[in-house]
């Protein structure tokens, strides 16, 4: 029996890749893989997807380092761009392709000693207020320093990113980033690649399907949206978390489980204890009734969750025994369900799995 383990699902991987770029028909591929791919292993999935992608994107340095060790020969975006002006040397070196967000990075490029000139993306800012700026007088500004030196490779590109590609009630406010965006793009002038959409915008926005799209919680086979999971987008969890029942206890009526007594037996039924806590990145913020998958069943979670173990409610006239599998999250119950019971969002989750849980791939 094992406490807690992660199964990674390679083929639920590819299959949703396949189905990303039959949404995208006319636009290149970057695999996201930042965060240890979502929690499902940098170097793995890079591997498994090295095929289907065009390019992987990550947020930091030594991320990119660790795919171009893993022998990953695709581009590579840094989405962030990059910290110290001695970055541009590695950058150059392995051929990364870079964000460039504001002045401080597109001099570094132009001052930098590098022999293979790095492939750079102006990033703006189009609604976000994130990265990038959105005063045309100062992206002019870093568009012409990265104009006039040999170090940055010609056409450059632009990318911005959408903050509420997913918020229905903002619709208006994306069509205005969207806008934002084309008028840049005309306004001064960029005529190399463009690069727009994350998941949201692949799915519902297809105006932001440029000449690159960046697709990172879909891959995962997962929801960027509150209403609905990855299955309704046609897409299949890739990621499985499973523990084990190792204790069951009968409770009467009024009975208090775990600390703070956060949880009061209703009726008499019985409790299983799981194998699984925030300890191994289970949301200790998980409400009473967060659902999980027992023998086929979804019962309710009981009490707080504790670093090792939760419990679950499985109801007066529960059979289970000692041993039996558990599922928390995957491709029989969403991890959607579970992040809206725990107030946060499903990227969380993933990305949150600790060292100490074994990771499987199947
Ligand atoms: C993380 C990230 C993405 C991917 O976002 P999803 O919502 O997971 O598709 C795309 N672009 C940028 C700049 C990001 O930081």
Same mark, same amino acid.
């Given at each position: ?16 890749? %396949? ?19 979502? /929690? ?10 090295? #095929? ?21 020969? =695709? ?68 568009? #012409? ?8 490779? %010609? ?7 959408? =903050? ?36 949201? !915008? ?12 960046? *697709? !990172? ?16 987008? !046609? ?6 978390? %499973? #523990? =084990? ?11 208090? +489980? ?5 949880? +009061? ?7 299983? &204890?799981? =194998? ?19 023998? /086929? ?24 025994? &000692? ?7 995957? *491709? ?7 992040? #809206? ?22």
């Amino acid at each position: 029996m094992k406490p807690i383990s992660v199964t990674i699902d390679t083929s639920a991987l590819m299959a949703n890749f %396949k189905r990303i770029k039959q949404m995208t028909p006319d636009s290149r591929h970057i695999a996201v893989v930042k965060a240890n791919a979502y /929690g499902h292993g940098l170097v793995r999935v890079a591997k498994v997807l090295e #095929s289907l992608t065009d390019a992987f994107a990550v947020s930091r340095i030594d991320e990119a380092e660790i795919l171009r060790q893993a022998g990953i020969r =695709s581009p590579i975006v840094l989405l962030e761009g990059f910290f110290n002006a001695s970055d541009v040397n590695t950058i150059s070196k392995l051929d990364l392709y870079t964000a460039v967000h504001d002045l401080f990075q597109a001099r570094a490029i132009s001052a930098a000693d590098i022999d293979k000139p790095v492939h750079c993306w102006v990033q703006v800012d189009i609604g976000m207020h994130r990265l990038g700026s959105n005063d045309p007088k100062e992206i002019a500004q870093i568009k #012409s320093v990265l104009e006039n030196t040999q170090n940055a490779v %010609k056409p450059l590109g632009l990318i911005s990113h959408l =903050s509420v590609a997913d918020t229905p009630s903002e619709n208006e406010y994306n069509e205005k980033e969207i806008n934002n965006f084309f008028d840049i793009v005309r306004d001064l002038g960029f005529d190399g690649d463009l690069c727009l959409g994350n998941s949201a !915008g692949i799915c519902r926005w297809d105006r932001s399907h440029t000449t690159w799209v960046r *697709p !990172g919680i879909i891959m995962y086979g997962i929801s960027p949206f509150e209403d609905n999971t990855g299955r309704d987008l !046609g897409l299949t969890p890739v990621m499985t978390l %499973k #523990s =084990s029942i190792i204790a069951i206890h009968k409770l009467k009526k009024g009975d208090k +489980v775990g600390y703070g007594a956060a949880f +009061v037996a209703p009726r008499d039924t019985v409790l299983g &204890v799981v =194998s699984a806590g925030y300890g191994d990145g289970y949301p200790r913020t998980a409400q009473n009734g967060t659902p999980v998958l027992v023998n /086929g069943r979804i019962v309710p979670t009981a009490g707080h969750v504790c670093m090792d173990m939760l419990f679950v409610d499985l109801g007066p006239d529960a059979r289970d025994q &000692v041993g039996d599998p558990v599922e928390l999250w995957g *491709p029989d119950l969403p991890v959607e369900h579970v992040a #809206s019971h725990a107030g946060t969002i499903p990227y969380e989750l993933v990305c949150r799995i600790m060292p100490r849980v074994e990771v499987s791939y199947i």
